[in-house]
């Protein structure tokens, strides 16, 4: 399978040309159109040298376009750009592991995507992007991908490539209790006020008198029907808010890969390969705790590293038993623990006594400084022995059979597990002090980008020798 | 021994201590320097009366951490460090007050390289770095023959996953 080098789709320009207008909408604003009619000064200046601005972006966004294209030769992705310093990369089809598609209103209009194809490193050219292509080159470029799969499969001696089944598909009453759970019916509060001293400037009611509650008492009723408008107004809102996110939030599988499908006007979908999941993450904000909710998240080695699409988690607002039956179902290779190990109680002594650097950082500068400020010092040490405290009563740990779990965090929490294989590397320290607690820090780290690092301090000697006796005990 | 597991036990080269010493002292020295001239600086144009302050704080912490890097650690830390590479493990052990021990699977070994600067090559010495896929790790002061024969070994260890797609295809 080969083909000639390829330029990007020409919408590639318009997307380019939004953007830079984007970035630059507040020059543009107050330039050409606050300032229309100044020609003198430094405006003028500003604006020729803005032009002049534009006209060079324009100008390389087009030889950027011209220069840059793509070939898919003998299973490879061949992309060559660059205007003076040419640029070749190749990325093997094999090597790609995870990918996502994404699609916003403008690809909408025009009848296009943009897909990310995820290679397995962690350096900064880990992920192929064609941030414009066209719904039909993105399917043949997937299908070259999944090819590769349907062949290691039917090597795996004949293994019957099943069809996919769907395995979760949100309903309106998730959409609901997702926009309840992201709050964002609360952000009407702000508008609400504006609105009611809006209003009090409207009514021109008397500035002078300096009692605010009597104040508010006096219009307690214009508030009343405005409180249960905005209300609704911003329920309808938030609502909208999570259907585009969230909404049509498909999970399904097939026996090698999951494929995440959500949003409504804005799409995204992504694929992962199971066996390629190095973790899993859940977490748990305060209030999903309270409705016992969890986001459950699969670490894979790629990462485009872009927070914003976050596809990578399973439905962020599933109950806690369904969220860890489907977890069983996708990937029979993990399996979760409720009930874990706590830290011994001499630990919390030892997380108390061990040296607060911070506090006494803030104390020397506070003394050298801004004496008067010098009890802030006293905040921040307690603040310090709070959040030992908490660090303490939530951390908890288990190794069973292949995996390690653990556990930590305050009014929020987060669980990771991760299996043996998946583990790269681990490292045991023990200070001084930890050593007369008899108790020992445990490091170890999985391949993500950027590289995850779990650690879990203060550890009985024990546990510590036996992870580390596990670990090293691979067949 | 502190914790029940197995440990490490090739020591590396005792030539080091002395480059250490060397290579801290001439570090050390740079340091106080700068901030000798920033002393002096600060003196003869009255600088604000903080930055005076902040600089004497600076240069006793430097004299004393001169102290410690110069006269105690290197000898602490070189009889500290023990190493030992098997062919599924690389096992790594040093220091005295901290003690950090750390354990590498063969499979997850990306690269292996030898480097040596001035000093180290005066004395026929090699750091042995290796390479895992989320960081990296230095076995210092390697004599030329052992560093060497490790290298090749390691590399050698290390290549069984080309047999075994990815080294993590295993489920």
């Known amino acids: 399978m080969s083909s000639q080098p390829k330029r990007y789709h020409a919408a590639w320009l318009l997307f380019e040309l939004v953007s830079f207008i984007k970035n630059a909408f507040f020059f543009i604003l107050f330039l050409f159109i606050l300032r229309a009619d100044t020609y003198t000064g430094w405006i003028l200046w500003a604006k020729v040298l803005f032009i002049i601005f534009a006209g060079w972006t324009i100008l390389n966004i087009i030889l950027k376009w011209f220069f840059q294209t793509y070939q898919i030769k003998n299973r490879t992705i061949i992309l060559r750009e660059g205007v003076y310093v040419k640029n070749q990369r190749v990325v093997p089809i094999e090597r790609i592991q995870n990918h996502q598609t994404h699609t916003n209103f403008l690809h909408r209009m025009l009848k296009l995507t943009s897909l990310t194809l995820e290679t397995g490193s962690s350096d900064s050219e880990a992920s192929v992007t064609f941030s414009v292509i066209t719904h039909e080159e993105a399917r043949h470029i997937l299908h070259l991908i999944e090819e590769k799969e349907v062949m290691e499969s039917e090597a795996e001696e004949g293994k019957q490539k099943s069809g996919t089944t769907v395995y979760f598909r949100s309903t309106k009453k998730d959409t609901s209790k997702a926009a309840l759970t992201s709050f964002s019916f609360l952000a009407i509060f702000p508008i609400l006020a504006a609105v009611y001293f809006q209003l009090d400037d409207f009514f021109n009611l008397d500035k002078s008198t300096e009692n605010i509650f009597h104040y508010f008492s006096e219009h307690l009723w214009l508030l009343f029907p405005l409180f249960i408008l905005a209300m609704i107004l911003s329920a309808g809102i938030g609502y909208i808010q999570t259907v585009i996110k969230y909404g049509n939030y498909t999970i399904s599988a097939d026996a090698e890969r999951i494929y995440i499908r959500k949003g409504v006007g804005n799409t995204s979908t992504f694929s992962i390969q199971k066996n390629k999941v190095q973790a899993i993450k859940i977490n748990q904000s305060l209030i999903k705790r309270l409705l016992n909710m969890v986001e459950v998240k699969m670490v894979s080695a790629g990462g485009t590293g872009d927070e914003k699409l976050e596809t990578n988690a399973l439905y962020p607002f599933m109950a806690k038993h369904d969220a860890y039956e489907l977890i069983n179902l996708l990937l029979p290779a993990y399996h979760i623990e409720e009930s874990m190990k706590r830290l011994p109680q001499k630990v919390l002594y030892l997380k108390l006594l061990a040296p607060y650097y911070g506090t006494i950082a803030v104390g020397i500068g506070l003394f050298m400084f801004q004496r008067e400020w010098l009890w802030i010092t006293g905040v921040i040490f307690l603040l310090g022995i709070l959040s030992r405290i908490l660090d303490y009563f939530f951390t908890s740990y288990l190794r069973h059979g292949e995996f390690i779990q653990t556990r930590k965090g305050g009014f929020s929490n987060e669980t990771f597990l991760t299996r043996r294989q998946r583990i790269e590397q681990i490292e045991i320290k023990h200070s001084w002090l930890q050593r007369k607690f008899n108790v020992a820090s445990l490091q170890f780290s999985n391949r993500s980008k950027p590289v995850l690092i779990s650690e879990l301090d203060d550890l009985p000697k024990e546990d510590a020798a036996e992870f580390y006796t596990w670990y090293g005990s691979r067949t | ?171």
């Open chain 2, 1 to 171: 021994m502190y914790l029940q597991i197995p440990e490490p036990s090739r020591p590396i080269s005792a030539k080091i201590v002395d480059i250490w010493r060397w290579t801290n002292t001439i570090g050390h020295s740079v340091t106080l320097l700068i901030l000798g001239v920033l002393l002096y600086f600060d003196h003869h144009n009255n600088w604000v009366s903080w930055i005076d302050n902040v600089l004497y704080i600076l240069i006793g912490l430097f004299i004393i951490s001169a102290v410690y890097s110069i006269f105690i650690e290197p000898s602490i830390l070189q009889k500290s460090w023990r190493y030992e590479i098997s062919e599924e493990f690389v096992q790594l052990k040093h220091g005295r007050f901290n003690q950090y021990h750390t354990l590498i699977p063969m499979t997850k070994v990306e690269y292996v390289t030898t480097d040596q600067g001035p000093f180290l090559r005066k004395h026929e010495l090699f750091n042995l770095k290796i390479g895992t896929t989320t960081s990296s790790h230095n076995i210092p002061a390697l004599p030329k023959e052992e560093a060497l024969m490790l290298r090749s070994q390691i590399a050698r260890y290390a290549k069984v996953k080309d047999t075994d797609p990815e080294g993590e295809d295993v489920e």
